[in-house]
């Protein structure tokens, strides 16, 4: 059974702290690595890709990605009450561009002002 | 603008009965898929299409339906064997690197 775990919220941050959200999966030949923000009632938005090792930012965002040790990362900097949302992590754990792409359960997010 | 749409945004079903979510799309992707959320819980599989005329089970796929008649258009039909039909329905097409593009969503009844 191919997976993707997330940690266990809800967590909570005070406004313009660090907030760390964590992800690791299965599949060892896993190539694509995404973070999707979902506001409750609405439809998941992607925020970060990453394809490769090691860091990748985008404003107040870091993505990290370890695929020896099977895990991704994302970090909000100066976190912000409008970031509180639930954090999707997918993987995509096929070899072809279309192969099956498979989200976690996610992790709430609540940024207190 | 390019997009998903799905429509209707609210549907309520009652008992015994089928119902289609609508999902049209004009990114001109070729990957389809529609995917089932409950409250507090992740997106499971229902059904993909990756060309016209052909599409697969996901994780969840008993008592759904799915056409692909046109590249556009990805109805899913919520039949009565699918005994608990009350959640969140999302449809999402996917770029050349898995990236998904989802559409406003549809929630689901049963009255």
């Known amino acids: 059974q191919k997976e993707v775990e997330q940690n266990s919220g809800p967590l909570s941050v005070p406004e313009g702290a660090i907030a760390s959200l964590n992800c690791t999966y299965s599949?060892?030949?896993?190539?694509?690595f995404f973070w999707y923000r979902q506001y409750s009632g609405k439809s998941p938005e992607l925020i970060m890709s990453?394809?490769?090792?090691g860091d990748k930012e985008d404003g107040r965002f870091t993505a990290q990605l370890n695929k020896a040790s099977q895990y991704v990362s994302l970090l909000i900097r100066d976190s912000q009450p409008s970031d509180s949302a639930t954090y999707l992590c997918a993987v995509n754990i096929g070899k072809t561009s279309y192969d099956k792409v498979i989200f976690g359960p996610g992790t709430s997010l609540s940024v207190i002002p | 603008d390019g997009g998903i749409t799905q429509s209707p945004k609210y549907l309520f079903r009652k008992e015994g009965q089928n119902v289609t979510l609508s999902c049209e799309q004009n990114?001109?992707?070729?990957?389809m898929y529609w995917y089932r959320q409950d409250p507090g819980q992740g997106l499971r599989l229902i059904y993909y299409?990756?060309?016209?005329?052909?599409?697969q089970k996901g994780d969840i796929a008993e008592g759904y339906s799915v056409s692909r008649e046109k590249k556009e258009s990805f109805p899913l039909t919520v039949t009565s064997a699918q005994k608990n039909p009350t959640a969140f329905y999302l449809c999402?097409?996917?770029?050349?690197?898995?990236?998904?593009?989802f559409g406003q969503g549809t929630r689901l009844t049963v009255v």
């Open positions: 999402a097409t996917f770029t050349l690197n898995t990236e998904a593009f």
């Open positions: 299409s990756q060309i016209v005329n052909d599409f």
């Open positions: 990114l001109n992707h070729d990957a």
């Open positions: 990453i394809y490769s090792n």
């Open positions: 599949d060892r030949g896993s190539q694509s």
